[in-house]
C-alpha cells in the first residue's frame, strides 16, 4: 500500500486519518492509534493465554494416561465399594470393570446427545441468523439467504460465542479496515464472495446471468437457459447453486 497524495502532494486525510491506497487501487483509511492499542491488546491477550496454557499442562501432568475422567471416577468408586472376595478372580476384576464403564456410559449418553443439540441449535441460531439478517445479501444478490448459506456456509465458524470466518486457504479472514481485528460477517462475505469464480451468477447488476441483469423489458432472452422463480425456489439448494453455475436466469 501506499499513501495517497492530493495534486499539492500533501498526504489525504479521511476523519483525521490517512488515506492509503492498496495495490487494487482501493482506499482505506488507516487508524494508526487504534492498531497500536489493538496490537498492544492482543500481545497481553497472547501472553495470558500462553501462561494459562503452561499452568493447565503442568496440571494435567498428574492425570496422564486418563482419558476419560468421569468414566475412571465412577469406576474407582465401584472398585471401592466391591467385596473383597470377587476381586480374587482376574476375570471378575474385568467384568465389574467393563460394567462399571458401562453404567457411565449409559448414565452420561442422554447429556451428551443434549448437549451436542444445543450445540447445533446454537450454531444455527448464531451461523443462519447472520445470513437471515445480512444486509450485503438483501441488497447485492440476487438468489435468497439460504441458498448463500448453502454455499459459503462451511466457510463460517462459531468460537467462543462468536461467528469467525475463514478463507479458502483455513485461514481467518480479518477487517481490511480495522487491522488486527476479525472482519465482521458482512465484510468477510463479501471477500469470499470476491474470489467466487461464480459470483456473476449471484449478485446484483455484475453483467452476468443472474436475474438483476435482465433487461427492461423482462421477457428475456429466448437463446439464454431460463427458468422462472418459481420452479427454481422447489429444487434442492444443491441444484439451485448448479442452475446458477450453468448460466441459467431467473424470470419472474
Known sequence: MKLKLDEAG???V?????VYVRDDGSEVAF???GTVATITRLNGEAKGHREAKEAAETKLKAFEGITDAAAAKKALETLANLDAKKLVD????????AEAIKAVEERFAPVAAENEKLKGELYAEKIGGAFARSKIISEKFVIPADMVQARFGQSFKLEDGKVVAYDQNGNKIFSKANPGELASFDEALDTLVSSYPYKDHILKGTGGNGSGSRNGSGSGDPGKKQL??????????????????DGYTLVD
Open 14 to 18: 479521511s476523519d483525521g486519518k490517512p
Open 31 to 33: 487508524d494508526a492509534p
Open 228 to 245: 422462472s422463480r418459481e420452479e427454481f425456489g422447489k429444487l434442492p439448494p444443491a441444484d439451485q447453486m448448479s442452475k446458477m453455475r
Open 90 to 97: 482376574a476375570g471378575e476384576v474385568e467384568k465389574v470393570k
Open 10 to 12: 500533501h498526504v489525504v
